[in-house]
């Protein structure tokens, strides 16, 4: 039987089975030790030092038991602290991005999505590189900078190179004051060498969701092509990061199974990462089951509501603080707002799932991967953020300094966030304000970008950001960055 062990490379040891079944006995055990309880949220709570602001983080173990527990009050104080680490890390700032569809050919057999091979009733479409300029000339005109891209698994219609084709394509549009200026990739499980080729193209982020961490349930749920492989998909982050890719995004589908063994296993993976390459993911994200064309969520028993999606999500932010979070326009604007409070650093917004979705007018429904809940445009999300108080942010400068992997998280950890991420998110809304933004986000806008400006602690930084704001506004320069 398969020994826990975070440093193997072997998938079933650093996801070990037993090791989970033993970490929620435990957490089980202890879900109302409140002197327990007591000790790991003091273990979690951000700690001042000198240059800024440090968290320890949690085990598995130790969050595991945070997400048994179900005494109101110490919910509370998860969802506090959870905030009080979102606020010293990432302060109130929220990443915006929108995911790009190129194919939706698969030769899998995923049982909850659309794409799945044995669909024959959706149309198969595969954009032309035509197409994708022509999607990203929809983005750029609602003032995106951050790409997701998404392409089902199939080697003869989405091959690497094709992939690499597109990521070429996409970079290369520049369409008035508009590019993309860092493509994130989130591409079926592949080698070392594919790896490394997507590296080379310049990628920012590798996303691959695990589903589920549950082998015997990933292989029921996945039962033919290749992602059947458990190991092998396990496995993939670090074939990535042996190609040279820092920056990993994981995460599970909420609601194929247990959603504690599924938030263990989250987290022992983070671990893992930290313990063979000395940096955890870049980020995590949180999608739950939805309904789409032949898949209805309801056929699925491990189903969560919106509290224990919460929960989950303080609980992750507490476990792996400086992992940024992410969530979709999957969720509602009701759940998306409560959520941004508890960790989320990243949503999308405006976005469509269907392969060549941006071109048309009409939301296009019938190659959707997942009824998008958010159908707000773009500006309508950018203005809501500001309302509630989030600075909307387009900012990629750490991809384009070459601040990835380590380097980024010791930003994060000196304290450089009020004095980087802080004005780069100004000056990158500004950018927003100035070419996409109707009038009256822009008048929102503004406002919020002067009360801002004057959080910036060092006045050189200060000025300068200043100075580029003005340049924006007065001329055609962009992409100012710190
Ligand atoms: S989840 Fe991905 S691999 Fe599975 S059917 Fe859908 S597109 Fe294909
Ligand atoms: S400066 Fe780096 S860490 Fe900060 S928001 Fe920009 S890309 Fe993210």
């Keep these: 039987m398969a020994k826990y062990d975070p440093r193997s490379l072997h998938a079933e040891e650093f996801i070990n089975d037993e090791e989970i079944q033993e970490a929620l006995r435990y957490a089980e055990e202890n879900k109302r030790n409140v002197e327990l309880i007591d ?36 919910i509370e104080k998860m969802y506090e602290i959870a905030e009080e680490i979102k606020l010293a890390f990432y302060g109130n700032r929220i990443v915006i991005f929108a995911p790009l569809y190129l194919s939706n050919y698969c030769v899998n057999g995923c049982v909850y999505c659309p794409y799945h091979a044995v669909n024959k009733h959706i149309p198969r ?9 022509a ?80 082998k015997k349930s990933y292989e029921q749920l996945h039962p ?30 909420f609601g194929l199974e247990l959603y504690k063994y599924e ?53 992750i932010r507490l476990a792996v603080p400086y992992t940024g979070m992410i969530i979709s326009t999957r969720e509602t604007e009701a759940v998306r707002s409560k959520l941004l409070r508890l960790g ?47 600075i909307p942010s387009f900012c990629t400068a750490c991809y384009r300094e070459g601040r990835t992997g380590d380097r980024f998280m010791s930003l994060c950890k000196n304290g450089q966030i009020l004095n980087c991420c802080h004005p780069n998110a100004l000056m990158t809304l500004s950018e927003y304000l100035e070419d996409y933004a109707s009038p009256e986000t822009k008048e929102v806008g503004y406002r919020m970008v002067e009360e801002e400006l004057k959080r910036i602690p060092k006045d050189k930084v200060r000025e300068i950001a200043e100075q580029n704001i003005k340049d924006i506004k007065n001329s055609n320069r962009r992409d100012f960055r710190f």
Excluded at 45 to 71: F, M, N, W, Y
Excluded at 351 to 363: A, C, I, K, P
Aim: aromatic share 6%; charged share 25%.
């Design 224 to 253: 033919t092509g290749p992602k059947h492989n458990y190991d092998y998909h396990t496995e993939a982050m670090d074939r990535a990061m042996e190609g040279g890719i820092d920056d990993v995004g994981l995460g599970v589908l």
């Design 125 to 133: 479409k595969k954009l032309t590189q035509e197409e994708v300029k």
């Design 263 to 315: 938030f263990a296993g989250l987290i022992m993976h983070a671990e893992h990462l930290e313990a063979v390459h000395g940096v955890g993911p870049h980020t995590i994200s949180v999608p739950r089951l939805k309904r789409a064309d032949d898949i209805d969520p309801d056929q699925f028993d491990n189903g969560i509501d919106d509290e224990t999606f919460a929960h989950i999500t303080a609980c």
């Design 39 to 74: 000790q790991i949220l003091e273990k979690a709570r951000p700690q001042k030092t000198e240059t800024g602001c440090v968290c320890s983080g949690l085990t598995h173990r130790e969050a595991s038991v945070l997400l048994a527990c179900d005494i109101p009050e110490k």
């Design 344 to 390: 989320i650093s990243q949503v999308s917004g405006g976005s469509r799932t269907s392969v060549g979705g941006y071109t048309q007018e009409e939301r296009p429904h019938d190659t959707e991967q997942f009824d998008v809940s958010d159908q707000r445009t773009l500006d309508e999300v950018v203005r809501w953020l500001m309302e509630n108080g989030h």
């Design 135 to 214: 999607e990203v000339i929809a983005l750029q005109d609602m003032g995106h900078k951050r790409l997701a891209i998404e392409a089902g698994e199939d080697p003869v219609n989405n091959p690497i190179e094709y992939i690499l084709d597109c990521i070429k394509t996409i970079y290369s549009v520049h369409h008035k004051n508009g590019d993309i200026r860092r493509v994130n990739v989130n591409i079926a499980a592949t080698t070392v060498e594919n790896y490394r080729k997507l590296k080379e193209a310049g990628i920012g982020t590798y996303i691959l969701f695990q589903e589920t961490y549950h």
